[in-house]
């Protein structure tokens, strides 16, 4: 008898986690977001859609209001370990030519290994539209991307971390002190 009510609870509570996991991984990114930026002419925007990914809900970014019949793809920011990425900071800087940036930061809680922030990266795309695909696609500046990196930012391990290119200013100075006008 106790091990059937030990064998119920526990068929209970695997069925409602599984159903906390199902309800909360339905679109919790913003389903459409479009801003207007000053990049690839007047009258541009970006727009953020909520997009299936191998592992969740992604986010996809696209440049509208450029091409008459078209929107540029951007990129697909996959979700990783289910957690939907968060686009904390769009921008455009420099002269010519100028630069598209965008931060994303993934939800990183470990509680168990004492372990709890979010993982950061910049990503900066040119002014260039590249035709692969049935989408035209805006380029990726790979090496600016790669100098930024990938950070972590909170709690690891027990030790804080900081990732020092969280927001639009703190790229803008190193942007600077990198010579980028």
Request: cysteine-free; proline content about 3%; overall charge positive.
């Amino acid at each position: 008898m106790r091990t059937h009510a030990l064998a119920t609870v526990v068929r209970v509570f695997i069925l409602s986690l599984s159903l906390t996991f199902f309800w909360s991984g339905i679109s919790t990114a913003a389903e459409r977001q479009s801003y207007r930026i000053p990049f690839l002419g007047g009258g541009a925007s970006i727009e953020f859609r909520s997009e299936q990914s191998q592992d969740g809900d992604g986010v996809g970014a696209y440049i509208t209001g450029v091409t008459a019949t078209r929107s540029v793809f951007v990129d697909l920011f996959d979700a990783e370990g289910g957690v939907t990425p968060e686009i904390k900071s769009v921008f455009v800087n420099g002269k010519k030519p100028k630069k598209l940036f965008i931060i994303v930061a993934l939800a990183a809680d470990r509680p168990s290994i004492g372990t709890g922030g979010s993982i950061y990266q910049v990503f900066a795309y040119d002014e260039r539209i590249e035709k692969r695909g049935v989408l035209p696609r805006l380029r990726q500046d790979t090496g600016l991307t790669k100098r930024f990196g990938v950070g972590f930012d909170g709690t690891r391990e027990g030790q804080s971390v900081t990732y020092k290119y969280k927001n639009a200013s703190a790229v803008k100075r190193q942007l600077l002190e990198w010579g980028y006008k």
